[in-house]
């Protein structure tokens, strides 16, 4: 329940002027990367989700070691400089004046809580920060017409960072021989991270230091512009393959023994959580795994299999749906009716709108 800015209508109205504006610019130019698919028309997260598993189909067709780390940031709108954040649209050709503008307002704005109670008193952020000498509060404000553009060109200059030193996926197309590379795939501040190997020879332990150096890398870079990893929503995968004689199967992770570390918001090294190729993972909405299944199985308390992936995750969703709205359904029946009109309280509102 993070609280949502209520800036003033004309205020907000030119923010969202600025995000339009802006995005267009960058479309019509080519200045995004092709990896961010979020705040960005005519992208959608099932797109990214596909070629994800489009990515680790050409590992598998190719017997190619690819480590697949898949994390995600921590309150980005609420984390993002006002500096780099407008260094990075400045970059895509757009002039200072509405970026200052709009930051200049957000630094010296003094932030109340409203509730249908009315508002409160204390306050925090504006006058208040400036005359205890202390910096300005930053971030965009969730809320702001122009946060998704703001960080869709804030984490574009971050992945470019990540390519021009040479991190990320490559492949050789079969037919046209064109080479393709990708650094992350990545929707608004959910990024995977993919390292893949040189080429065939190489083992999935040879992956390992580069995929370590790119998370590091991403790490400091979205440090430097304010946010930071949560490595408790974060986990990886290490792939590669063996012959058995007669087929290609996965190497598991007692075969390649192997760690990714990250830090927390407190600075804290953490290691991340490893998945086997066939265990499924939930990313942008859905249970996917490097194998190309969306289902598996794990052991319960009692030590019976269970079935854990996509199809159980909905199953489960469409249950807790109708439980809800039976319960619904119970609560307004039980409410007294007078004349056509529910009966209920209703707390004076803060705006003086009659309930």
């Given at each position: 329940?993070?609280?949502?800015?209520?800036?003033?209508?004309?205020?907000?109205?030119?923010?969202?002027?600025l995000g339009r504006i802006a995005m267009r610019h960058a479309e019509?130019?080519?200045?995004?990367?092709?990896?961010?698919?979020?705040?960005?028309?005519?992208?959608?997260?099932?797109?990214?989700?596909?070629?994800?598993?489009?990515?680790?189909?050409?590992?598998?067709?190719?017997?190619?070691?690819?480590?697949?780390?898949?994390?995600?940031?921590?309150?980005?709108?609420?984390?993002?400089?006002?500096?780099?954040?407008?260094?990075?649209?400045?970059?895509?050709?757009?002039?200072?004046?509405?970026?200052?503008?709009?930051?200049?307002?957000?630094?010296?704005?003094?932030?109340?809580?409203?509730?249908?109670?009315?508002?409160?008193?204390?306050?925090?952020?504006?006058?208040?920060?400036?005359?205890?000498?202390?910096?300005?509060?930053?971030?965009?404000?969730?809320?702001?017409?122009a946060g998704p553009a703001a960080y869709a060109f804030l984490s574009?200059?971050?992945?470019?960072?990540?390519?021009?030193?040479?991190?990320?996926?490559?492949?050789?197309?079969?037919?046209?021989?064109?080479?393709?590379?990708?650094?992350?795939?990545?929707?608004?501040?959910?990024?995977?991270?993919?390292?893949?190997?040189?080429?065939?020879?190489?083992?999935?332990?040879?992956?390992?230091?580069?995929?370590?150096?790119?998370?590091?890398?991403?790490?400091?870079?979205?440090?430097?512009?304010?946010?930071?990893?949560?490595?408790?929503?974060?986990?990886?995968?290490?792939?590669?393959?063996?012959?058995?004689?007669?087929?290609?199967?996965?190497?598991?992770?007692?075969?390649?023994?192997?760690?990714?570390?990250?830090?927390?918001?407190?600075?804290?090294?953490?290691?991340?959580?490893?998945?086997?190729?066939?265990?499924?993972?939930?990313?942008?909405?859905?249970?996917?795994?490097?194998?190309?299944?969306?289902?598996?199985?794990?052991?319960?308390?009692?030590?019976?299999?269970?079935?854990?992936?996509?199809?159980?995750?909905?199953?489960?969703?469409?249950?807790?749906?109708?439980?809800?709205?039976?319960?619904?359904?119970?609560?307004?029946?039980?409410?007294?009716?007078?004349?056509?009109?529910?009966?209920h309280s209703v707390s004076p509102h803060p705006l003086g709108i009659?309930?």
């Open positions: 329940m993070r609280t949502i800015e209520l800036m003033a209508a004309q205020y907000n109205m030119n923010n969202k002027r019509k130019y080519n200045l995004l990367p092709k990896e961010q698919y979020g705040s960005r028309k005519r992208h959608r997260s099932i797109t990214c989700l596909l070629n994800k598993v489009l990515i680790c189909n050409i590992s598998r067709q190719l017997c190619l070691p690819l480590a697949l780390t898949s994390n995600d940031a921590v309150k980005c709108y609420d984390y993002m400089i006002h500096n780099a954040t407008s260094l990075s649209i400045q970059a895509a050709g757009i002039p200072h004046q509405p970026i200052t503008a709009m930051f200049t307002v957000l630094q010296n704005a003094q932030h109340f809580v409203l509730t249908a109670f009315g508002k409160s008193k204390q306050s925090c952020g504006g006058r208040k920060r400036q005359l205890k000498n202390e910096l300005p509060l930053m971030g965009v404000g969730q809320g702001n017409g574009a200059i971050l992945i470019k960072v990540l390519a021009s030193l040479g991190y990320g996926a490559v492949f050789t197309t079969a037919l046209s021989l064109i080479t393709f590379n990708t650094v992350c795939s990545m929707f608004v501040d959910d990024c995977d991270l993919w390292q893949s190997a040189t080429d065939v020879n190489e083992k999935g332990e040879d992956v390992v230091g580069k995929m370590q150096e790119a998370v590091a890398t991403w790490e400091g870079c979205l440090a430097a512009s304010g946010g930071a990893l949560s490595p408790q929503k974060s986990f990886w995968y290490l792939i590669d393959y063996r012959w058995t004689g007669d087929q290609w199967v996965y190497r598991t992770k007692e075969e390649m023994t192997a760690t990714v570390q990250m830090h927390d918001e407190q600075g804290t090294l953490q290691t991340l959580q490893r998945h086997e190729p066939a265990h499924p993972e939930k990313s942008l909405g859905m249970l996917t795994a490097p194998d190309g299944s969306m289902e598996s199985f794990k052991l319960d308390k009692a030590g019976e299999q269970i079935r854990v992936g996509q199809i159980p995750y909905l199953q489960e969703k469409v249950k807790e749906f109708t439980t809800k709205i039976k319960s619904a359904q119970n609560t307004l029946c039980t409410r007294p009716l007078q004349g056509a009109l529910w009966t009659q309930g």
